[in-house]
T-cell receptor, first 112, second 114 residues
Framework: DTAVSQTPKYLVTQMGNDKSIKCEQN?????MYWYKQDSKKFLKIMFS???????INETVPNRFSPKSPDKAHLNLHINSLELGDSAVYFC???????????FGSGTRLTVV | AQSVTQLGSHVSVSEGALVLLRCNYS??????LFWYVQYPNQGLQLLLK??????LVKGINGFEAEFKKSETSFHLTKPSAHMSDAAEYFC????????????FGPGTSLSVIP
């Protein structure tokens, strides 16, 4: 069983399109995160939810909108995709700060 | 604000040689510290963590790290490199408060030469 699963694994789309990435965790964790990894491998947090409540919202364009229907799911919707949105997006979850994160395998988004 | 620096964006070692990956952090409060490994086309996997218990922390795959408060360092070591250790390694820091974000360093790419 995959602990943190993301779909799709690859996403190629044209500029201006709207797309969603889904994330599910079966670990019973309360907190979920979205991170963006750019072409230089740099990781930056985007959002965090705890029990469906938004607790971290970094400086991210409002074209990005997270949604958490329940504590096991955290989806990311992106409107009006731009070339600069091309990156690998990672979902992660944790139960306590001290435990560290469990990451999904990532979604490679390519905007053409 | 917290931050992490990793000296050396790329490190090469021979198989069987010592692995040393450097990490220095900046934090206004006692932090949690982590090392993660990322294999090609995969997500990050937790190697080990420092949470204010023992300063020498042992992790998976034979890795360990030592927390040195005076040097604000948390360097990662492994006595003998294996080909399978070739990957990207990230040092990370967070505050000891609930729900605080984890800040990742820029990463170090480790190559192992046969």
């Amino acid at each position: 069983d995959t602990a943190v699963s993301q779909t799709p694994k690859y996403l190629v789309t044209q500029m201006g399109n709207d797309k969603s990435i889904k994330c599910e965790q079966n670990l019973g964790h309360d907190t979920m995160y979205w991170y963006k990894q750019d072409s230089k491998k740099f990781l930056k947090i985007m959002f965090s939810y705890n029990n469906k409540e938004l607790i971290i919202n970094e400086t991210v364009p409002n074209r990005f909108s997270p949604k958490s229907p329940d504590k096991a799911h955290l989806n990311l919707h992106i409107n009006s995709l731009e070339l600069g949105d091309s990156a690998v997006y990672f979902c992660a979850s944790s139960d306590r700060q001290v435990s560290g994160y469990t990451f999904g395998s990532g979604t490679r988004l390519t905007v053409v | 604000a917290q931050s992490v620096t990793q000296l050396g964006s790329h490190v090469s070692v021979s198989e069987g040689a010592l692995v040393l990956l450097r990490c220095n952090y900046s934090s206004s409060v006692p932090p949690y510290l982590f090392w993660y490994v990322q294999y090609p086309n995969q997500g990050l996997q937790l190697l080990l963590k420092y949470t204010s218990a023992a300063t020498l922390v042992k992790g998976i795959n034979g890795f360990e790290a030592e927390f040195k408060k005076s040097e604000t360092s948390f360097h990662l070591t492994k006595p003998s490199a294996h080909m399978s250790d070739a990957a990207e390694y990230f040092c990370a820091v967070s505050k000891k408060t609930s729900y605080d974000k984890v800040i990742f360093g820029p990463g170090t790419s480790l190559s192992v030469i046969p």
